[in-house]
């Protein structure tokens, strides 16, 4: 572990310190409730009700061909209910199994993400909670990508999640992880902590899918250390309303040419409050990150933030940041924000918040498309971020979840 | 009317945001045809293949347009795309993250897998062009290709072609004329082609490539001089617009 991630003690931090989170709505963690992390148990995801395998399914995980896939986890609620993997040296399981079989593994604990972070935090560190551990032994490679769904099904619940992910030296994990709820309109709260390691030479592709409902809360809080020579390449989506949702994912480059890039695509249906940003901070020589977001608004809120660091010197980073506002109501706040240490330096953004310019549909309606065409076009194009670095089966279905979403835009 | 026309302007005036731009506009475009409007900058050239392609901006205050017949004055932009009418763009804008390749399957109305989509951008050079978001980073003589692969893939009647040479290099403007001869399928004899073309032409560059029957003069707004298309060139770049302006058989 690099000294450079330098967080508290988790002792220090594991009571519930009430302390409001910097960014977002302050949620009233009371009026929830929070449990204890239950046991894992270990069912045949099958059997899983049509309601719960569709509502999984609508954040990209798959069911009917497990063969796609190198592992597989399920958490409902607190308790993880799943976990399975079909290759050797990938290793997927409940994040409690994993401390009892490695003693190694709490020195990873709590040390890309403090605990006391914010309230949200400091409520998974106090409550036991499990998550999914996943790592790839030095030089193994996942054949598929491994999936991971986070489930909320009960009302008025608090659902707390911790992860860790460990890509030793020289290996390779693609995963996909869809977070959702049981449909309807009840209330509840996911906070998930996630960490991630990837050790020298690895790389790590993580596209995440969100699919919510009005009335939940969200606020994930990830961290990432790269080592040199790393890939970090992260894919966010969220096109489903949320009642409130709060995350600034952070990336750290220790190690000498470590690399990072964020995707994120987010549309926000009225009534939605997303406040959402990636963070980079490039502390090794060669070091790049690329921040890029899409954000769309159909009458919600969004706030797209971005930040680069540069604290040595021959480090690159470039961040986008665009928003389209469709419709009359909705607001899309930019706040791209670079700061460099020293020179030598090269740190860059571009931000740009408007609608849909009318010559761009005048234009493809002259190719004979109707004005509703001509906008859906465009908005699938605006949305069409270039997600470079992901296997085709994993890029083929990230189109997919991102298609299917879009049929409620229009 | 006469059935034989495709393309039929009937006294046609034109502003653009409160300003008057074209004046008692008449022009006819028959079948197979292919006619040049010359015309110095700011002459309304440009208006008048807007008009007729029926961007909202420009409001028609007098006169009809026909196509085919019908009254299109009124009918909006892509009823008109549909109806067989398509414009090569001078200055297109670039739309982010739309592939080249959405826009020419679309104009083809190709369900995903055609090969029609590539076998169209090999003959325009742009094969490599397909996966680029359209017109980004293109170069003059790119954008003029695009532009002309969008139209091939759309197969118009009536094909307004605005500037065609213009920012073209010299090592493009032949694939330019070929790709302009294609669409107006100048391969078949004139009494069977059913493609027209209205080119609107700054320097007259594309006649070294592409054969028009009748040449106009636009001035101020207006229609001064309709003529043989080479001759009415000769003229101009002997004299210049100005001769045109003061000439007594106008």
Wanted: glycine share 8%.
């Amino acid at each position: 572990m690099s000294d450079e991630v330098n967080v508290p003690p988790a002792e220090e931090a594991s009571t519930d310190t009430g302390k409001q989170a910097a960014l977002g709505d302050d949620l009233d963690l009371s009026l929830y409730e929070s449990q204890v992390a239950e046991k894992p148990s270990h069912i045949d995801p099958a059997t899983l009700s049509d309601k719960d395998k569709r509502q999984m399914m609508s954040a990209g995980i798959m069911f009917d061909d497990l063969s796609q896939r190198s592992g597989t986890f399920i958490q409902m609620d607190n308790a993880p209910i799943h976990s399975s993997v079909k290759q050797d040296g990938i290793e997927v399981m409940a994040i409690s199994q994993a401390l009892e079989k490695y003693d190694w593994l709490k020195d990873y604990f709590w040390q890309a993400v403090a605990a006391d972070t914010d309230k949200y935090t400091a409520h998974v560190d106090c409550h036991q909670s499990d998550g999914y551990f996943i790592r790839a032994l030095p030089g193994s490679k996942t054949l598929y990508p491994i999936q991971a769904c986070l489930y909320l099904a009960k009302s008025r619940l608090i659902q707390d999640v911790h992860n860790i992910i460990i890509a030793e030296e020289g290996s390779e994990l693609h995963i996909i992880t869809g977070c959702t709820t049981a449909s309807g309109r009840e209330p509840g709260i996911h906070l998930g902590v996630s960490e991630f390691y990837i050790k020298k030479g690895a790389k790590v592709t993580f596209s995440m899918i969100h699919s919510w409902t009005p009335e939940t809360g969200v606020r994930p809080r990830t961290a990432t250390v790269i080592e040199e020579d790393g890939l970090f390449l992260s894919n966010y989506v969220i096109m489903k309303p949320v009642y409130s949702l709060q995350a600034y994912p952070s990336a750290r480059c220790i190690g000498e040419n470590a690399t990072v890039r964020f995707n994120s695509i987010m549309v926000a249906p009225p009534g939605s409050r997303m406040d959402l940003g990636s963070k980079v901070f490039l502390n090794a020589k060669g070091s790049k990150a690329e921040i890029v977001s899409r954000a769309i608004t159909t009458g919600g809120n969004i706030i797209a933030r971005g930040y680069i660091e540069g604290n040595c010197p021959d480090v690159k980073g470039h961040l986008e940041c665009r928003g389209l506002i469709m419709g009359d109501s909705g607001t899309i706040q930019a706040i791209p924000e670079l700061k460099g240490t020293l020179a030598g330096v090269d740190l860059s953004h571009e931000a740009a918040v408007g609608k849909i310019a009318e010559e761009e549909i005048e234009y493809l309606m002259a190719r004979g498309l109707s004005r509703d065409e001509a906008t859906a076009t465009i908005v699938r194009g605006f949305l069409n971020v270039d997600i470079q670095g992901l296997p085709p089966l994993l890029h083929a279905e990230m189109k997919k979840a991102i298609e299917t979403s879009e049929q409620d835009l229009f | 009317m006469d059935k034989k026309n495709l393309l039929e302007i009937k006294d046609l005036s034109v502003s653009v945001d409160g300003r008057h731009i074209l004046h008692d506009i008449n022009l006819f475009v028959q079948p197979g045809e292919t006619q040049v409007i010359f015309g110095p900058n700011g002459s309304g050239k440009t208006t008048l293949l807007m008009t007729i392609m029926g961007f909202p901006r420009y409001q028609v205050t007098k006169g009809r347009i026909l196509f085919k017949g019908k009254d299109i004055t009124d009918l909006p932009l892509d009823k008109r795309a549909n109806l067989g009418i398509g414009l090569l763009f001078q200055r297109p804008p670039v739309v982010r993250g739309v592939k080249t390749r959405d826009i020419v399957a679309a104009c083809l109305k190709e369900t995903e897998g055609s090969k029609a989509t590539e076998q169209l951008a090999e003959k325009a050079n742009l094969t490599e062009f397909l996966d680029r978001d359209i017109n980004y980073g293109f170069s003059g003589g790119e954008i003029k290709r695009s532009e002309l692969l969008q139209l091939l893939a759309q197969a118009p009647e009536l094909a307004l072609l605005d500037e065609p040479e213009s920012g073209v290099d010299l090592e493009n403007i032949a694939l330019i004329g070929q790709l302009i001869n294609d669409l107006l399928g100048k391969i078949h004899p004139i009494y069977m082609r059913t493609h027209s073309g209205l080119i609107i032409s700054h320097t007259g560059h594309i006649l070294d490539y592409v054969n028009a029957r009748t040449g106009y003069v636009m001035c101020n707004g207006r229609i001064i001089c309709e003529g043989d298309p080479h001759d009415i060139l000769t003229t101009i770049k002997e004299k210049g617009y100005q001769e045109c302006v003061s000439c007594p058989m106008k």
